[in-house]
């Protein structure tokens, strides 16, 4: 992830095709461990394209993706949350009783 945010960095910064010397160089400037392989990778991945080319192909994936199991997990968290009232209210209870013990606080 680190190598991409230099990447786009150095993209936003007007280098509209960074190197892998420009990567390493931005990552080593600020004491960042370069992966020379992930480096290398990243720059064949962009040969041919532009960084919004790139953005546009990756929102087009996301697209197509399935929400289904994030319904699901949002439908679990509506059941968990109808139960936490119920929860809350024995903790008032709770709360009530300790206000038998003969004082208060600003007595």
Known sequence: MKHLA???LLVAGGNTSPSAEDIKTILGSVGVEVDTSRVNALIKAFEGKTAQQAIAEGSAKLATVSAGGAAAASSGAAAASSDAPA???K????EESDDDMGFGLFD
């Open 6 to 8: 230099a990447y786009l």
């Open 91 to 94: 903790e008032e209870e709770k």
């Open 87 to 89: 929860a809350e209210e």
